[in-house]
């Protein structure tokens, strides 16, 4: 019967729930869906990781090339972030050029880790002019389920946080480069930005972690970004205004929310590490 009212009148029956201060799937207004971080996931990637926040998944892959320096920029490597929404993660999505929600997270994406200095990029170069790396960072979403921006910047600097650039040598008389991929350093990796997103149901009702759904009936979102306890970005889409002690309730929530993330991403790196150590005693 649920489902069916759901069809019939979404709108009254989110507001139903809402009045009684609980959402459809349980959680109460102002309750996270639970996190799960998996780093090191894909074997073919030179880092790698994949993030689920409760039905939304992304995988976001790292692939590392050696390029020349572009001229205005010659002693920098450069960073390029890209996310895809395939049809598969959602029956909104369909086969063709990306969809302007991708560009939109795409370019969300490339501007929240720039803001935060995630990069070191000065440490990329390799030969001032002549030499440097490039970090293609993918991330894909296999199931859409809101919040998509919170999983792809959350798997983004997970996934960057594996990476492991291998130490190159370059003769410039002979113009000839020589990669050791067994001798390799870690990425100069300077911040960790964690987004928060929140909805605004009807001008009033606040809702933290939206679903798909929940986005899709809200009159406003608005994504609050931390970074070392204080707020980098601030990404609202017009809609509904947000009164400044309800901005001020969500950037707490925010705080509070990066430092979950954080240290569910320590605890996978950490997990990361317990189990190559442990491969190394069995080689050995």
């Known amino acids: 019967m649920d489902a069916q009212y759901k069809v019939i009148d979404p709108v009254k029956f989110y507001r139903d729930h809402l009045a009684h201060k609980i959402r459809p799937d349980g959680r109460g207004l102002l309750k996270f869906r639970p996190a799960v971080i998996n780093v090191d996931s894909i074997g073919t990637a030179d880092g790698s990781a994949i993030v689920k926040i409760g039905n ?29 929404l395939p049809p ?92 050791f991929p067994d001798e390799r350093s870690s990425l100069p990796i300077t911040g960790a930005p964690i987004p928060t997103t929140h909805a605004i149901f009807e001008d009033e ?25 204080q707020m980098c970005s601030v990404y609202k889409p017009g809609g509904s205004p947000l009164a400044d002690e309800n901005m001020q309730a969500c950037l707490s929530r925010a705080r509070t929310r990066a430092i979950q993330m954080n240290n569910l991403i320590e605890a996978a790196l950490a997990a990361r590490d317990k189990e190559e150590t442990k491969d190394q005693k069995l080689i050995s």
């Open 88 to 179: 598969l993660c959602s029956p909104r999505f369909h086969p063709g050029p990306p969809s302007d929600e991708a560009q939109v997270a795409s370019n969300m994406l490339a501007e929240i880790l720039s803001n935060a200095s995630v990069l070191d990029l000065r440490a990329l170069c390799v030969v001032p002019e002549r030499l440097a790396w490039a970090v293609y960072l993918d991330a894909v979403c296999l199931n859409h389920d809101g919040s998509i921006l919170d999983a792809c910047v959350v798997a983004a600097v997970a996934a960057l946080r594996t990476v492991r650039l291998p130490r190159v040598e370059h003769d410039a008389d002979k113009d000839i480069t020589k990669v």
């Open 205 to 229: 009702v606040i809702l933290v972690d939206p679903t798909s759904d929940e986005e899709s009936l809200a009159s406003g979102l608005v994504t609050i970004t931390v970074q070392n306890d």
């Open 56 to 84: 939304t998944t992304v995988v976001c892959g790292v692939k590392l090339e050696l390029g020349v320096p572009k001229p205005e920029e010659s002693n920098i490597g450069w960073l390029v972030p890209n996310v895809t």
